[in-house]
């Protein structure tokens, strides 16, 4: 069975572009999570949805972030506007039923903002 | 922050040593996660413990679980190279929420 894919792995911006970041999650999994990973720190959580409804995006770090599971299967996660400050590992979880679940994560698109 | 003294932090060892990781945390959980994360990849699950329970086993991996100091650890028996990779702990605030700590480097040299 295929993991949690994510597209691109990596993108290097200047500061005011915007990006886009997909994710695949794995197959049946009604939950998924985006968490940012700031360089040598854990990640941390974003937004999570369950089917396409958005259950939490209070952690969002500003308006120029906004994500979208429009058909509750993949997922894509926008910056726009892009801040040095934004430089970090993006990284696509998903589960099974939510709950206490295990979560399994892709990759990551590791992003430089310049 | 709700971590304690789990800061980012490197550990070196030889091939074939013991290591113990600890980390302490300031919400109630009711589990605590143990991730590894390799270079370039996500993280991973290696080992859940829950609050009725005091120590997981899984392999040469071992979990402990104190409660009432809101404090675990990770101890990996007769490293190898290939344990080499960042390790966090994580607890979860709810049903979705998982909290992660900053992590701690172990290099396991040959």
């Known amino acids: ?114 | 922050s709700q971590w304690g003294e789990e800061n980012l932090q490197a550990l070196s060892i030889q091939e074939g040593e013991d290591v113990t990781m600890n980390c302490s945390y300031k919400t109630y959980t009711t589990v605590v996660h143990w991730y590894r994360q390799d270079s370039g990849r996500g993280p991973a699950l290696i080992i859940l413990i829950r609050s009725n329970e005091r120590e997981k086993r899984s392999g040469r991996l071992r979990a402990t679980l104190d409660t009432s100091s809101q404090s675990s650890s990770l101890s990996i028996t007769a490293a190898q190279c290939e344990d080499t990779a960042v390790y966090f702990c994580a607890t979860r605030t709810n049903a979705y929420k998982v909290i992660f700590g900053k992590g701690t480097h172990l290099h396991v040299l040959p």
Do not use: M
């Open chain 1, 1 to 114: 069975e295929a993991g949690v894919t994510q597209s691109p792995r990596y993108a290097v911006l200047q500061e005011g572009q915007a990006v886009s970041f997909w994710c695949d999650p794995i197959s049946g999994h009604d939950t998924l999570y985006w968490y940012q990973q700031p360089r040598d720190q854990g990640p941390q959580l974003l937004v999570y949805f369950r089917d396409e409804a958005v259950i939490d995006n209070s952690q969002l770090p500003s308006d120029r972030f906004s994500a979208v599971r429009p058909k509750g299967t993949n997922s894509t996660l926008k910056i726009q506007s892009a801040k040095q400050g934004d430089t970090a590992t993006y990284l696509c979880a998903s589960s099974l039923l939510g709950g206490f679940a295990e979560q399994f994560f892709g990759p990551g698109t590791r992003l430089t903002v310049l």
